[in-house]
C-alpha cells in the first residue's frame, strides 16, 4: 500500500501550513533552511497549525518530518492513534 506507520510522535510545534512533509527533514532543512521559518520569514499571514515531529517505523530518525493531522491523513499514514495517546499524554501533564 506504500503508506507509512507512525512509529513514535516526539513533540509538536505551532507550524505554517505546508511546512510539513520531506522538506521538513533534518538533511533537507541542513540544505535548503526550514521551510518553517522560510514562511515566517516571507510574512505568510496564514494561522498556524498544530504539526508534531514524527519518527517513521523501519526509518532512522534522520528521516524524521513535521506533519500535521491534515498531512498524515493526506498521506495516508498508520498508526494516527499515536497522535491521541501524545495529546491525552500532554494534556494529562498540564492538569497534573
Known amino acids: ?10 513533540r509538536h510545534r505551532a ?7 520531506a522538506s ?8 535548503r533552511g526550514d521551510p ?7 510574512g505568510s499571514n496564514a494561522e498556524l497549525e498544530r504539526q508534531y515531529l514524527i ?7 534522520l528521516h524524521n518530518t513535521w506533519e500535521s493531522e491534515n498531512s498524515l491523513k493526506a498521506c495516508n499514514a498508520k498508526g494516527l492513534k499515536k ?3 501524545y495529546m491525552k499524554r500532554l494534556r494529562e501533564i498540564e492538569e497534573w
Do not use: F, M, Q
Open 36 to 42: 518553517n521559518v522560510r514562511l515566517g520569514e516571507a
Open 1 to 10: 500500500s506504500g503508506s507509512e506507520t507512525i512509529e513514535k510522535v516526539l
Open 24 to 31: 521538513t527533514t533534518l538533511y533537507n532543512v541542513e540544505d
Open 83 to 85: 497522535i491521541d495517546n
Open 15 to 21: 507550524g505554517y501550513p505546508g511546512a510539513t512533509g
Open 55 to 61: 519518527k517513521w517505523l523501519g526509518w532512522s530518525h
